[in-house]
């Protein structure tokens, strides 16, 4: 359909740009020549239309091959675009499968847990990491009152995030490496790629995720299995900006840690609780 349509603007732009070029031809010659009186000689029409054909011709001669060339770099852009969404859209595919053949079996409940159920209860599991249990009283605390300085902030939310998150990732490295690392190089991908909407694509990535995943990206991008390349790229592209708020810590994480992100995900956060 976009081709159809940029076939008719071409010759719709074609046709104007003809005949103004036949009219500012023939205003030229008219111009020169208004004083003399219409011939009703041959030899003089032959050389009026010598004179308008091979002005005209020159000038539509360039014209077809201007238009040739645009026609050309619009085609290969076409045809990259289809090249990359083929691309796009099969690692998406690949990485959604990922997901759906997961399955873990709980040794102690003897409970079977697959795909999107288990990354609920990996979600559960991660809140519980991070629950006061783990988090001393007292650093919870000054950080809530404000007590640190912003850089010296970051960096503390950052070694409290790793070393927690390790605790939660151990035994869990088949099952969540492989995932997120399919998830970094679609992004990657995009990153990289020669296309002018890049958002438009990581946005498609955005909605095929749901909060548990979200919840998880959000402290394996802060790691150390993320901080180096994936955090940014999450960071860049706001993929965390429809995560539902775990309570007063995790925004303070949010702002700190996820700088870019955070004001997007703070104006979907008072919208939706005002």
């Given at each position: 359909?976009?081709?159809?349509?940029?076939?008719?603007n071409?010759?719709?732009?074609?046709?104007?740009?003809?005949?103004?070029?036949?009219?500012?031809?023939?205003?030229?010659y008219?111009?020169?020549?208004?004083?003399?009186?219409?011939?009703?000689?041959?030899?003089?029409?032959?050389?009026?239309?010598?004179?308008v054909?091979?002005?005209a011709?020159a000038?539509f001669?360039?014209l077809?091959?201007?238009?040739?060339?645009?026609?050309?770099k619009?085609?290969?852009e076409?045809?990259?675009?289809s090249q990359?969404?083929?691309?796009?859209f099969?690692m998406l595919r690949?990485n959604?499968?990922l997901?759906?053949?997961?399955?873990?079996?709980d040794?102690?409940?003897?409970?079977?847990?697959?795909g999107?159920?288990?990354?609920?209860?990996?979600?559960e599991?991660?809140?519980?990491?991070?629950?006061?249990?783990?988090?001393s009283d007292?650093?919870?605390?000054?950080?809530?009152?404000g007590?640190?300085?912003?850089?010296?902030?970051q960096q503390?939310?950052?070694?409290?995030?790793n070393?927690?998150?390790?605790?939660?990732?151990?035994?869990?490295?088949?099952i969540l490496?492989?995932?997120?690392?399919?998830?970094?190089?679609?992004?990657?991908?995009?990153?990289?790629?020669e296309?002018s909407?890049?958002e438009?694509?990581?946005?498609?990535?955005?909605?095929?995720?749901?909060?548990?995943?979200?919840?998880i990206?959000?402290?394996?991008?802060?790691?150390?299995f993320?901080?180096?390349?994936?955090?940014?790229?999450?960071?860049?592209?706001?993929l965390?900006?429809?995560?539902?708020?775990?309570?007063?810590?995790?925004?303070?994480?949010?702002?700190?840690?996820?700088?870019?992100?955070?004001?997007?995900?703070?104006?979907?956060?008072?919208?939706?609780?005002s």
């Amino acid at each position: 359909m976009i081709s159809n349509y940029f076939d008719k603007n071409l010759v719709a732009v074609f046709l104007t740009l003809s005949i103004t070029i036949l009219l500012v031809v023939i205003g030229f010659y008219i111009l020169y020549f208004h004083n003399f009186e219409i011939t009703s000689q041959n030899e003089d029409w032959g050389n009026f239309g010598s004179f308008v054909g091979g002005v005209a011709g020159a000038l539509f001669s360039f014209l077809t091959i201007l238009l040739l060339v645009v026609t050309f770099k619009k085609q290969n852009e076409s045809f990259k675009q289809s090249q990359f969404e083929s691309s796009f859209f099969e690692m998406l595919r690949l990485n959604r499968n990922l997901i759906e053949k997961i399955e873990y079996k709980d040794p102690q409940e003897r409970i079977n847990r697959k795909g999107l159920i288990y990354i609920d209860y990996l979600s559960e599991q991660l809140n519980q990491f991070f629950s006061t249990n783990h988090i001393s009283d007292n650093s919870r605390r000054q950080i809530i009152s404000g007590k640190f300085q912003k850089k010296d902030l970051q960096q503390h939310l950052q070694d409290e995030v790793n070393s927690i998150y390790k605790s939660f990732y151990k035994g869990k490295e088949s099952i969540l490496g492989h995932y997120f690392r399919s998830l970094y190089h679609i992004l990657k991908f995009v990153e990289e790629s020669e296309i002018s909407n890049k958002e438009k694509y990581s946005s498609f990535v955005q909605a095929f995720l749901t909060d548990s995943e979200l919840h998880i990206l959000f402290y394996n991008g802060i790691s150390d299995f993320g901080i180096d390349k994936f955090h940014n790229l999450i960071d860049k592209f706001s993929l965390l900006e429809n995560i539902k708020s775990k309570g007063e810590y995790f925004d303070i994480q949010f702002e700190n840690l996820y700088p870019k992100t955070f004001p997007k995900y703070e104006k979907k956060r008072d919208k939706y609780s005002s």
